[in-house]
């Protein structure tokens, strides 16, 4: 089983930056590609960022291309999404999982969500003015 717990999340202005942390435990915790989606009121969950291990491609949704950066931290188990120039429309609730069924790449995408068998309880971040 693995447990992932996302933190970091808050109210923030318009143009300012935020640190989201998602920290992975368990006796499991190998995976294959790590990554970030959000889900905002009445909308669909979407793929935000995601990183594979297989071949350390990493993948951008358009809309936070530039402004988000998605990195991690093997000693501490943990996968941060820095948001930079943070939007209006960035307002959601921000998850992270992980697949861990088989190498691949995230060079066009994060993938089917389905493949993602773990997934944190979420952090909700509100950019408002």
């Known amino acids: 089983q693995v447990q992932l717990v996302e933190s970091g999340g808050g109210l923030v202005q318009p143009g300012r930056s935020l640190t989201l942390s998602c920290a992975a435990s368990?006796?499991?915790?190998?995976?294959?590609?790590i990554g970030w989606f959000r889900q905002a009121p009445g909308k669909e969950r979407e793929e935000v960022s995601c990183?594979?291990?297989?071949?350390?491609?990493?993948y951008y949704a358009d809309s936070v291309k530039g402004r988000f950066t998605i990195s991690k931290d093997n000693a501490k188990n943990t996968v941060y999404l820095q948001m930079n120039s943070l939007k209006v429309e960035d307002t959601a609730v921000y998850y992270c999982a992980i697949d861990q069924t088989a190498p691949r790449t995230v060079l066009v995408g994060c993938g089917w969500h389905r493949l993602f068998g773990f997934w944190g309880q979420g952090t909700q971040v509100t950019v408002s003015s």
């Open positions: 368990g006796s499991t915790l190998d995976y294959y590609v």
């Open positions: 990183s594979s291990v297989s071949d350390g491609s990493t």
